[in-house]
């Protein structure tokens, strides 16, 4: 005989192996922008040996370049384009969100009118239904006024059911 618990831990396990979401992307800004500026940061390291090079000679140029590392420092030089990341920042930055806002506000200016329109023949539509002789409702009324008796009315099958 099965436990009540384990009933539902076994039905809760169901239920989680049914439902494998995938997780939410991160759609913050930074990742994005540090993807779109890396492509023009370039970190070079000196190369420490040279296959070219054979023997002694090899062995007292990595001395050499060793010694100059250790003089000026770590060795790696890093190469940015200021050019390309500022045109990057100040499109995503600045560009993107003004054309954005001007779009909307653009948009905002057509659409207002045409909803005020919209609603005011749905106004009309709604009170239509209620200057009927026939209709003491509005159309919307009346529609919602059925669709809840008949969930809340019992049928005849329901009824049958409980034994009335």
């Known amino acids: 005989m099965i436990h009540a618990s384990e009933e539902a831990e076994d ?3 169901r239920i989680t192996e049914r439902r494998r979401i995938p997780p939410v992307p991160d759609l913050r800004f ?3 922008y540090l993807r779109s500026v890396g492509q023009y940061v370039h970190l070079e390291r000196p190369n420490q040996t040279r296959s070219s090079e054979k023997g002694k ?3 007292l140029d990595v001395e050499e370049e060793q010694e100059e590392s250790a003089a000026t420092g770590s060795g790696e030089v890093l190469h940015v384009q ?4 500022l045109w990057i920042t100040t499109r995503d930055q600045l560009l993107s969100p003004l054309l954005q806002g001007a779009l909307w506000g653009v948009a905002s200016h057509f659409l207002r009118p ?5 609603g005011a023949h749905i106004r009309a539509w ?3 239904g209620a200057t009927r002789k026939d209709a003491p409702e509005g159309n919307g009324a009346q529609w919602l006024r059925s669709t809840i008796g008949s969930i809340l009315t019992p049928s005849a099958a329901q009824t049958s059911l409980h034994g009335r």
């Open 57 to 59: 000679e090899k062995a």
């Open 126 to 128: 709604w009170r239509k």
């Open 114 to 118: 045409l909803g005020a329109m919209l």
């Open 11 to 13: 039905r809760y396990r």
């Open 82 to 85: 200021w050019g390309r990341i």
């Open 30 to 32: 930074e990742y994005s």
